[in-house]
């Protein structure tokens, strides 16, 4: 499909539009309960899955030194626990707290919120042609992810 082509300009610009309101939103939340995006953003790979320092460090695209300073400001802000390994002194164990996994779903809240406004907007027969249709993009977008190879 050519980049002229009005569907794939029409994605694009939902896409923008999408984007900047939820990310201004995302941006305000961090703002307002003095975290960065980054500190959100590790937040958010430790709740996938348990990393280590220099996981997270290449994840977030940081040096190891400032991936341990942004954990330690973590857990003075109470949102993480670190704690040694019990089999492997050397490997730290990185857990979320309640209050982590509380500022996480926040954090999601304050991002999408925007869309119940949105939604209040149309009509009930425009909510159903736009549900149709976004269900039709959720369903071709995963089998485009089935045919992505791993990037490990």
Same mark, same amino acid.
């Given at each position: 499909m050519s980049l002229d082509d009005p569907f794939v300009a029409t994605?694009? *610009?939902? =896409?923008e539009v999408f984007m900047r309101r939820s990310m201004?939103?995302?941006f305000l939340y961090s703002k307002e309960n003095g975290l960065s995006v980054s500190q959100i953003g590790a937040l958010f790979l430790i709740y996938r899955r348990a990393l280590g320092v220099s996981d997270l460090a290449e994840q977030?695209?940081? =040096? %190891? +030194? +400032? +991936? %341990?300073q942004m954990l330690d400001r973590l857990v003075q802000l *109470?949102? $993480?626990l670190r704690s040694e390994d019990l089999h492997d002194r050397r490997v730290k164990n990185i857990v979320? =707290?309640?209050k982590g996994r509380q500022t996480l779903t926040d954090s999601i809240r304050a991002r999408q919120g925007w869309l119940h406004d949105l939604a209040k907007t149309l009509s009930r027969d425009e909510k159903e042609h736009i549900a149709a249709g976004l269900? $039709?993009?959720?369903?071709? =977008?995963?089998l485009l992810e *089935?045919? $992505?190879a791993p990037t490990r």
């Open positions: 994605l694009q *610009e939902w =896409t201004r939103n995302f977030l695209g940081i =040096t %190891s +030194a +400032a +991936a %341990s *109470e949102l $993480i979320l =707290t309640d269900k $039709i993009l959720i369903g071709k =977008t995963n *089935e045919h $992505i």
